[in-house]
Each structure stands twice: as structure tokens, then as C-alpha cells.
């Protein structure tokens, strides 16, 4: 199977040998294909038919509201899915866009095939509906941590809160964050130029040190 390295270095199919990855490639009616940086993967309000995979590179999960203002959701990494929730909501339309941010290659899987077990009631296709029910999971917490960091009523506020749970996860004093600032005030919901002085700030006060995507934190607050 011409791509099954790559199928198997991703949490969904890595348990699948390359006999069963390509009985679900039939069975999940998938295909494959290539985005450049900014080019739009799925599109907001278009008929939501598929879920996605993104094998290689990343995307971001972006919102338009009706006043126009857009809001980034979340980052999209390689072996992470999009669209599962709503293919089990039996959403028909798709809410958000999903950009890439680099070049990327993605696998687009039959939602309707997907989350509904095959007739023959096969072993691999419990294990994929098993993994897309954590995949669900796991995305509600992160939109949880979310909701926690924008919740808070200072950009200050809410940076640290989001800043302490990326150092937390990658248990690192440096760690780097998969947003630059134009799309972490876009995350976090406040304005780029107000983000940007309030790094600054701390910076200044030895509170925290940043290269691009690089963080350090050096002083906590309570």
C-alpha cells in the first residue's frame, strides 16, 4: 500500500497492519490529497460529507461570525481529526474553516462509514470507532481548557492561563506553542496589538521570556 508508512505513524491506524489499513481505505471510501500554506481545506458552511485526518503538516480550526470577526478554535496537527463531533451530532453543513497553516497532506474519510460499524461487524473498524470516541473526548477537554483561559477578564490573565497549561503539557521549562501572535490574540480573543504590549510588559518584569513561539516561563503568579 503506497502510503501506509504514513497511515501508521498516526494514533488512528497504527494498530492496523497494511492489510487491514487498506481494507479501510475501501471500507471508508478515503481519499487522499495536498493543500499549500493558506489554502482552505474545508470550508465553512459547505456540505460536511467528510471527516479529516491530517497525515503531514498542520491547519488551524477557524470560525467566522456573522460580524465577520474570525476566531481561531484550535491547531491542527499531524494524526489529529476534524469533524468527528459533528459526523456523530449528524451535523450537515460544516461550522468552521480549516486552513492550513503549512503544506499539508490530508485523508478524507466517508463520515457516514465511518462512525457506522461495518456489516461484517469487523475487528479493525472497532478499533477506529474506539479511537474516534476518544478523539471526541479528548477534544471536549481541550475546548474546556479553552473556555477556562478565555474566561478569565484580563489579557494578562488569560495569557498565563494558556501559557501554564502548554508548559504544563509539554512538562519543559522552554516550550513552544503552535501559535504566532497574530493567531494566539485570534485563540484567545483579544486584540493583537493589546496581546503584543502585554507580552511586552511581562518580558520586562522578568515574569516570562519569548523567542517567535518560543516560551519560557520564569516567574509564576499566583
Partial sequence: MKYYEILK??????????????AMM??????FKTFLKGEIIIKQGEAMDYVVLILKGSANVQHIDVMGNIVILMKLRAGELYGVESAYANVENNKDNVIATEKCFVLFLDRHRLITPCQNKCKRHEKVIKYLMQTVADRNMELLKKLNHI??????????????SEQHKSNT????IPFNKTELAS???????????????????GILDFDKKQYHIIKYKK
Wanted: glycine share 0%.
Fill in 173 to 176: 521549562k522552554y516550550f513552544e
Fill in 151 to 164: 474566561s478569565k477578564k484580563t489579557i494578562r490573565e488569560k495569557l498565563l492561563s494558556y501559557l501554564y
Fill in 9 to 22: 505513524s498516526t494514533p488512528m491506524f497504527s494498530e492496523l497492519s497494511e492489510f487491514e489499513c487498506q
Fill in 26 to 31: 475501501f471500507c471508508f471510501k478515503t481519499k
Fill in 187 to 205: 485563540y484567545l480573543s483579544v486584540d493583537r496589538s493589546a496581546l503584543s504590549s502585554e507580552l511586552n510588559k511581562m518580558k520586562k518584569e
